[in-house]
């Protein structure tokens, strides 16, 4: 009798881990890329594991075009990048077979150009910004400030941020030799927080009381936007870039629960809570 | 019985000692060929990325550009031919991405198998093209003429004074302002960490009563065991503003910042030795220099410091060998900016400081990767001769 009893526990509770398992959705994938999205892929593939037993998500960074090449010799599935796919990578992906590529964008990441709150400036227009880093502006009467030198501080040349404000800031000409570069976005707003004429570039997360963010135009200086999460959403604020997931279609149903979890209104909760920008309505 | 297994046991325990000596041998030799075998392949390679190359349409007088041209031109700093020796024309730059602006996907095709037709079409419709393509798409007839780029040479990586190792498509590989920078800041540290060490250790040797320098040594030893990124952090937060305000600068991050912080981290291995050393000064030494009536001071200054001279000067350099490597705490402090360095107010990079913040995210095998090996090399040559002119201070004085 009590084997009996025993036996149908056994049952029961294996029947309820399989139907667990069916109702739930399982995931097993490797996402690979930009270090700018790894903290909020890890905390999104946190959460899902937490409310799908079985999956399996491992996240590992390394830097967008890493992603990329990942993809491209198949050890990873999906690749998290803080750019789109270049043309030429675009093209390696065509040379190794792997068409139908997928691109998913899941979040937005403002850059905040930020001063010390000291500094008298409190707006620039891009045109302005490519003088100062790429070192023909040295001084902030030049921009409407002090008479004082401008002390411009840069991330190291390894990170997406440098080439994305690279890119969309100077226009891809190259940042001045007397650049600083630093290693940590941390030590960026600590420099600016205690030196009077520093300027540098952050994510908006990293905005805090001890720096003044600045208003930027892209317009030649007819309209000056402040940076925030509202003005990144409604894409007026022109410092903005996509945070994107790239998969081949082949494997799209093995990804897609996952991806739709980060595009639904949990998942976007956590985008904010990131400091990310999420995608709006 | 027992003569045999004791003959054995030495037999076993001679074995492990040549094993572990030849692996450490090993291991040693084998990265030091790593190191050259993949920082020598810098100077066969040309400063464009594998696989692509600058294209003209044939027509074009200018048959030859030097890779600070390029980088020039893709900077908008050189905006027409005749600045590099053609026609009064300006300079049409065409790149990869820009395919995209002036044909659709489409127009391409599915497999881009339209796409070498497509740049015939640009070459010849602009004779003022300048394009960076990838070799592979060229067409076979192709109306434009390849620049040929010279490769990288040893004086312009020593005497090149540019550093700008990811520029498309020509990168610049000039190492001097990253050499200056870890002469300076290593220099900077020795000013420093030399006298403050020195006296620590004969005050600790000669002066310190037991009882404190039961409590001072082990402190000093602990400076040692602290993390070089609290260093970095430390000095970051305390030492650059200080400097800024002292010296009345507009920035704080600059190599006196990093040789002080590189001298507090030498101190350490400078108070230790030369410690060791003053107290290997034999007794009767001093004691014979007091029996003729010189005073502590004098026997300090005469006898004991003479004597231990090389054991001091080893003590230094083994300290300063260690800040030149040092990458962490510099990285935080000296601002970073690969600029040819006039003073000691100014921000600097070094080369440990450039390796560690650039290797993570240069493709394995390619241009920029081979630059950070080749300076890998010029690291260890300058750790080299640091090493064996201690060993030959000490043979000298034996």
């Known amino acids: 009798m009590k084997k009996l009893s025993i036996m149908v526990m056994v049952m029961a509770l294996i029947s309820a881990a399989i139907t667990g398992a069916i109702a739930q959705k399982k995931v097993v994938c490797k996402v690979k890329g930009s270090d700018t999205c790894l903290p909020l892929l890890q905390k999104e593939s946190e959460t899902f594991m937490k409310n799908n037993a079985g999956s399996s998500i491992t996240v590992i960074g390394g830097g967008s075009g890493v992603g990329f090449a990942a993809l491209q010799n198949g050890t990873t599935d999906v690749a998290m990048a803080s750019r789109s796919m270049k043309m030429d990578e675009k093209m390696k992906m065509q040379d190794a077979g792997k068409n139908n590529i997928k691109e998913v964008i899941i979040s937005y990441d403002a850059i905040s150009v930020i001063v010390n709150p000291a500094n008298k400036v409190s707006q620039l227009t891009r045109e302005q910004l490519e003088g100062i880093f790429t070192g023909k502006i040295k001084n902030w009467k030049e921009v409407g400030g002090d008479d004082q030198t401008i002390v411009a501080y840069s991330r190291e040349s390894s990170s997406g941020t440098f080439e994305f404000f690279k890119e969309h800031v100077l226009k891809g000409k190259n940042y001045g030799t007397g650049i600083l570069l630093m290693p940590a976005t941390g030590a960026i707003v600590q420099s600016v927080t205690q030196t009077k004429g520093a300027i540098g570039y952050v994510g908006i997360a990293y905005v805090n009381k001890d720096v003044k963010a600045l208003k930027v135009s892209y317009d030649k200086g007819k309209t000056y936007i402040e940076p925030s999460v509202q003005t990144a959403m409604n894409k007026t604020y022109p410092i903005t870039r996509p945070l994107y997931l790239y998969y081949l279609g082949s494997v799209e149903s093995k990804v897609k629960p996952f991806v739709d979890y980060i595009l639904s209104s949990d998942g976007q909760k956590i985008v904010q809570q990131e400091g990310y920008v999420p995608l709006g309505k | ?398």
Do not use: C
């Open chain 2, 1 to 398: 019985m027992r003569k045999k297994i004791r003959k054995y046991y030495e037999k076993f325990v001679e074995g492990i000692l040549f094993t572990s000596s030849t692996i450490t041998s090993l291991a040693v030799i084998f990265i030091i060929i790593f190191l050259f075998s993949e920082g020598i392949g810098l100077f066969t390679s040309s400063p464009v990325e594998k696989g692509s190359a600058l294209y003209v349409n044939s027509n074009n007088p200018v048959k030859k550009l030097r890779s600070e041209q390029i980088k020039k031109i893709f900077n908008g700093e050189i905006m027409t031919w005749k600045e590099v020796g053609g026609t009064n024309d300006s300079i049409f730059l065409f790149s990869m991405d820009d395919i995209s602006k002036y044909y659709t996907e489409a127009d391409l095709g599915s497999e881009f198998e339209n796409l070498p037709q497509k740049l015939n079409e640009m070459v010849v419709k602009h004779p003022n093209i300048l394009m960076f393509f990838s070799e592979k798409y060229i067409p076979v007839n192709f109306k434009g003429t390849r620049l040929p780029i010279r490769n990288v040479t040893l004086t312009g990586f020593f005497g090149g004074k540019e550093w700008y190792p990811t520029t498309q498509p020509a990168a610049q590989f000039g190492i001097l302002p990253l050499i200056l920078g870890t002469i300076w800041v290593s220099l900077g540290a020795i000013l420093i960490a030399f006298p403050l060490g020195i006296a620590t250790a004969i005050y600790l040797a000669e002066v310190a009563s037991p009882r404190l320098r039961f409590f001072l040594k082990p402190l000093i030893e602990l400076l040692a065991g602290i993390p070089s990124v609290i260093f970095g952090f430390f000095g970051l937060i305390i030492v650059v503003p200080l400097i800024q305000k002292i010296f009345a600068i507009p920035v704080g991050e600059t190599a006196l910042a990093g040789s002080i912080i590189l001298g507090i981290m030498a101190l350490p291995t400078i108070i230790t030795i030369s410690e060791d050393a003053i107290k290997a000064v034999p007794r009767s030494m001093q004691e014979a220099s007091m029996a003729l009536g010189a005073n502590q001071w004098q026997t300090i200054v005469r006898v004991v410091i003479p004597y231990a001279k090389s054991g001091i000067t080893a003590a230094t350099i083994l300290g300063i060998g260690r800040a030149i490597g040092e990458t962490m705490a510099v990285l935080m402090v000296t601002g970073n900016a690969a600029i040819m360095p006039h003073t000691m107010l100014q921000p600097v990079r070094t080369i440990p400081a450039t390796i560690a913040a650039e290797l993570g995210e240069a493709s394995y095998g390619g241009l920029h990767f081979k630059a950070l090996f080749a300076l890998g090399i010029v690291l260890f040559l300058i750790t080299l001769i640091v090493n064996t002119s201690v060993e030959f201070i000490r043979d000298k004085s034996k």
